[in-house]
């Protein structure tokens, strides 16, 4: 090993210790593998050596492969064969792990002899997210050591598992002290050193369990619809039953190139990346020091108040939140512990959890009790006039250095805050519905918010489990935005002689969760409505004005029975052919392809504008927008990533087509 190498060797006894250091997560990169073939052979080689122990520094057992390596050329030794020549080693070889054994570096524990662990380690193959399935032997160790169903589990959907349960499951052979896993495991390669014969996975046999695969199969097909990895993850799992290992070897090398080389692994290794990269922002420094954050105040009980106070609350920040009125604060208080008893009655929260959350809130109807908190988030409704008196109000009591926020979806940020004498410590918080569940949150840019005030929500975003996005000031921001063209579209092709069926299939057959009006029933056919029955001047204002508010009602632009399964609605087909003739709307078939390039290559367009006029960062911040917020297939990689892989041309050609002003960015091909 050369001087820079990222693994080092330690002799204790006849012990070899193989050391990694290859920070932040020892991602097996070619060093660490060249380090570690080297180790491994000198272990063997060495006669004084009886056992070898390999273990990490920092903060974590190998995360897995280095994702950055993928689509280069491979540099030896290829992960698979290091793994497979650490399980033929003479010598026992001991995994002695902490922090998260993903991937990768969960197929080189699985490659060693023995396995211990500290009681936090975290076991997993999430290489599934990535479009990809455990290619270093994964999927035939896995069912070979712990069986089909929990190999299924890991591999297909991806989340790992803790220490106790890998340990009940034959995974790992001895749970170790938090604090002194080097010397226990030290103690348990003394142990095992002289024992034969030396275990090996390969060596093991599994039996097939078709009706384990059948029921996985069925049990998740909604959470598998539309991507190609589960499957490839489960094939080669059966594999592992039906063909001898070196055979299975070889299957999953073949399974594991052909997802590599596919469009939906660089989609979700897009946005992987994408994801961690919204973090930063371009012209804030990363060591920018950050506001103390210990008391969070929301204004509005509402659903989106509530679901915001969640956030924090679960986060162990204590919140105060405000109302205008008994009720509404009664009534805002009682849905969000509903909410966490449901969490509980799923056995994703103890209840001792649910009062510790309650404990930290504090319902009021005082607007004063606002002065201690260090960032308040107005959550009152769409209303400029509103939320201006609000923030000036705010501005009297809030404390100095205190962060405000609103949570608007569409409004000027800079006009909000112009009504404060701090206009740098407003910004806007855009949460999306259910706040508490999405994971989006776009942080929206004023023209005079503090860089320090930008970094503190950033960095509170990721104490929330939040994703966060800058954006510029922008009518609708980034998402919303996007969608506004969408919708207008949409509501064109109605009139021109598409179905509301017809559209939302062609989007969930995308792979979008809901398609427009699917997604306009759930929000409320009447939001923006303007409530005024003799002025009807769309399809939706023609619902609104007849009670059809969507599934709340029971009928939208579908008809929906007691249990909201919807079903096409005859009277929204009268409705719709009405307004063909009072509008005298040319018909003509429209085709699922004309519906894509006029709701969806729209989206793109707009996105590319977006980016033009600097109101995002970057395109993969578009495409984080739209997977976290509206559920976009991830598979897809969002929009701009979508558009790269069929073709800009493309997308041009088909916006011309329909008379659409292409972008600047797009036409030249030089979106970034
Ligand atoms: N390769 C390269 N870089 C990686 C990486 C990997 N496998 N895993 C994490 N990183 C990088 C991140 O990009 C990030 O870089 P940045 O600071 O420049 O943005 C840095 O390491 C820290 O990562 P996080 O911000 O995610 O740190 P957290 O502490 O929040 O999470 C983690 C740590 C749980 C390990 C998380 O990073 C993670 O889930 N990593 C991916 C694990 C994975 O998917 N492994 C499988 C890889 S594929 C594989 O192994 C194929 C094999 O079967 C052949």
Redesign the pocket.
Known sequence: MTASSPIRTERHGDVLVIVSDNP??N???AAVRIGLEAAIKEGAADQSIAAMVIRCDG??FF??????EFGKPPVEPL??VLVDMIEACGKPVVAAIH??A????C?VALGCHYRVAVPSAKIG???V??G?????G?TQRLPRLAGVRLALEMTAKGEPISARRAQEAGLIDRIVGEDSLVADALAFADEVKAKRPIPRAAEKTVAADPEAVAAFTKENARRFRGFDAPAANIDCVVKATELPFAEGLAYERQA?MRLMTGTQSAAQRHI??AE??A?RIDDVPTDTALRPIARVGVIGAGTMGGGIAMNFLSAGIPVTIVEMAQEALDRGIGVIRRNYEATAAKGRMKPEQVEAAMAALTPTLDFDSLADCDLVIEAVYENMEVKQEIFARLDGIAKPGAILASNTSYLDIDAIAACTKRPQDVLGMHFFSPANVMKLLEVVRGAETASDVLATVMALAKRIRKVAVVAGVTYGFIGNRMLMPRQVEANKLLLEGATPEQIDRVHTAFGMPMGPFQMADLAGVDIGWHRDPSRIENVRDALAAEGRWGQKKQAGFYDYDEKRNPSPSPRVAEIIQEWREKTGTPQHEVTDEEIVERTLYPMVNEGALILEEGKAQRASDVDVVWIYGYGWPVYRGGPMFWAKTEGYDKVVAGLEKHGFTVAKSLRAGTIK
């Open positions: 932040p997560v991602a097996l990169g903060r974590t995360a897995g492969a280095d994702i950055t992960l698979p922090g998260t993903l991937g990768g570096g197929e193959t999430p290489e997210k990535l990809l399935l455990p290619g270093a994964g594991f992987f990346f961690r990269q973090a």
